[in-house]
C-alpha cells in the first residue's frame, strides 16, 4: 500500500491555503502550509517527499520565482500552480518554466484532487527512480533485485549483461508487472553509461503538446533542459512508448537517425499495454520499432517463474512484516500450491499487494492467502485456477521455501535448523545443494 505523500500548500491568504489543506486532508494526504515562498523554500530540499502547491500572485516573491528556485532546487519536483481570473497566459509560461499543472480560481475541488494525484503518483516514480538509480550505481546490486533462480529469470539476468554492454537502442516488452522499469534501469547499471544521466518520462502521463516541449524543447532561460539534451551521453526511458503520439514519434524517430552510430543517447523504450490482439509492431510506426527495437527483451509472466512465486512472496512478506512490526505469516503446503496455481494477471505488483495484505491479516489473526488470491477476482480477473502441475513440483518448491525460512529465520545456523525440520546434516546438505542454497547468505 502506497504511503501518503506529502503536499506544500503555499499561499499568503490564510483561508485559500486552510481550505485547500483541509480538502486535501480529507482526500488522504499529508499537508503542510507556508504563507510565503519564503518560508516555504526552507523546508523543501531536493528529494522532498511530496509536491508543491502555490498561487502565482504572492507579496515578496511571486510564484514564477519560487517556481523557479524550486526547479533549481530539484527539477523533478511537480509544482501545481494556482492563477486568478485573466492568469492563463502566465500560467502557460509557468508550464515552460516546468510546473505540472495549474488550476486557475474558482477551481473545481474534485480536480485539484485529481491533479494532487497524478502529482503524487509521478513524485513517487521519480524518488522510486532515484533510489533505485544510488542502489544500482555500480551495477552489482541489480542481481539482488531480481530474485529467482527460474530458467526463465537465469536467461534475463544473462540478457540484461550482453545487452547492457551493447550501444543499440532497447525495447522491453512484457506484461504489466513484471518489472520492465527495474530491468531499464539494470542494463543503464552493468553498461559503461553507467555513470551518466538516466532520465525517465512516461508517455501517457501527458499531453501532446507537454510531452512535446518535455522531450524536444524549446529550451531557453529559465526554462527546463528538453529530456534528449539532458540525457545527452547517457539512457532516455521512455516508459508507455505506445502512447507517443504520431507527430512525436517521427520527431523520435529523427533524433534518433541524427544521432548516428554508435549513439551518443540511448534509447530504452517500455512497453506497458497493447491490446490481446494487437502486437507491438502495430503500436508503434515501423520504421521507428526497428530503430528502438535493435536489441529487444521480453519479461516473463510470474506464472512462468515456478517457485521463484514462493520466494518472493516470502521475501515481500518479511519486508512487511519488519515494516509493520509483526510475524510474517506460516505459509501452509496447501496455500503454498495455491501461490503456485494463481495465473497473477498483475505479476509481480499484485505478488507485493497479495503478500503485504497477509502481513497485515496475520497482524489480526484473520484471514487466509487463498481469500486474498480470491478477492483479486474483482479487479484483475480469476485470480485462481484449476490448472494443474506435477506433484512433484509442488513439493520441491514447498520443501526449497520452507529450508528457505528456516534458514533466514534461524540466521544461518545449520543446527537449528537440524532440529526444527528433523533432517540429519548430511541430508540438510543434499536438499541445501539440490535447490541452490548457501549457507553464506544467511549468515
Not at 34 to 53: C, H, M, Q, R, W
Not at 98 to 119: Q, S, W
Not at 343 to 361: D, F, K, S, T
Not at 425 to 442: F, W
Request: aromatic share 4%; glycine share 8%.
Amino acid at each position: 500500500m502506497a504511503r501518503a505523500m506529502k503536499i506544500a500548500i503555499v499561499d499568503d491568504e490564510q483561508d485559500m491555503r486552510q481550505s485547500i489543506s483541509q480538502w486535501l486532508a480529507l482526500s488522504g494526504f499529508d499537508t503542510e502550509t507556508f504563507p510565503s515562498a519564503e518560508d516555504a523554500l526552507k523546508g523543501i530540499t531536493n528529494d522532498y517527499p511530496g509536491v508543491v502547491v502555490s498561487d502565482i500572485k504572492m507579496p515578496g516573491m511571486d510564484g514564477m520565482q519560487f517556481l523557479k528556485r524550486l526547479m533549481g532546487i530539484d527539477s523533478g519536483l511537480p509544482v501545481i500552480m494556482i492563477t486568478g481570473h485573466g492568469d492563463v497566459p502566465m500560467a502557460v509560461e509557468a508550464m515552460r518554466v516546468g510546473a505540472f499543472d495549474f488550476l486557475e480560481k474558482p477551481f473545481n475541488p474534485d480536480r485539484m484532487t485529481e491533479l494532487a494525484k497524478k502529482a503524487t503518483q509521478a513524485r513517487r516514480l521519480t524518488l522510486d527512480n532515484r533510489a533505485l538509480r544510488k542502489e544500482l550505481s555500480d551495477g552489482t546490486g541489480i542481481m539482488k533485485k531480481l530474485i529467482g533462480t527460474s530458467p526463465v529469470m537465469e536467461r534475463l539476468r544473462e540478457d540484461i549483461l550482453d545487452l547492457g554492454q551493447a550501444d543499440g537502442h532497447v525495447l522491453i516488452d512484457g506484461e504489466t508487472g513484471t518489472g520492465k522499469t527495474l530491468v531499464a534501469h539494470a542494463l543503464h547499471a552493468v553498461g559503461p553509461r553507467a555513470g551518466k544521466k538516466f532520465v525517465t518520462i512516461s508517455c501517457a502521463a501527458h499531453d501532446k503538446d507537454t510531452l512535446g516541449e518535455r522531450l524536444f524543447g524549446p529550451a531557453g532561460e529559465g526554462m527546463q533542459l528538453p529530456l534528449v539534451e539532458e540525457a545527452r551521453g547517457g539512457t532516455l526511458v521512455l516508459e508507455d512508448v505506445e502512447a507517443l503520439p504520431s507527430e512525436l514519434q517521427a520527431r523520435l524517430l529523427t533524433f534518433i537517425n541524427d544521432q548516428g552510430n554508435p549513439a551518443e543517447t540511448r534509447i530504452i523504450a517500455i512497453v506497458n499495454q497493447h491490446g490481446p490482439d494487437t502486437t507491438v509492431e502495430q503500436v508503434i510506426r515501423p520504421d521507428l520499432y526497428f530503430r528502438l527495437a535493435a536489441l529487444k527483451i521480453v519479461l516473463p509472466p510470474l506464472r512462468a517463474r515456478g517457485e521463484d512465486i514462493l520466494v518472493l512472496f516470502t521475501r515481500m512478506a518479511e519486508q512487511f512484516s519488519d515494516e509493520y512490526g509483526c510475524d510474517a505469516p506460516e505459509v501452509t503446503a496447501q496455500e503454498a500450491a495455491q501461490l503456485l496455481q494463481a495465473p497473477w494477471p498483475g505479476n509481480i505488483r499484485q505478488l507485493v499487494n497479495v503478500a503485504e495484505r497477509a502481513v497485515l491479516q496475520n497482524r489480526r489473526g484473520t484471514g487466509t492467502i487463498a481469500s486474498l488470491l480470491m478477492a483479486d477476482d474483482e479487479d484483475t480477473g480469476p485470480a485462481m485456477t484449476t490448472e494443474g502441475k506435477p506433484l512433484k513440483e509442488y513439493v520441491e518448491a514447498f520443501e526449497r521455501m520452507l529450508i528457505d525460512n528456516t534458514m533466514r529465520r534461524h540466521k544461518g545456523s545449520i543446527a537449528s535448523v537440524m532440529d526444527e525440520l528433523c533432517l540429519p546434516r548430511r541430508t540438510l546438505n543434499e536438499k541445501m545443494a539440490k535447490y541452490g542454497l548457501q549457507r553464506s547468505d544467511y549468515l
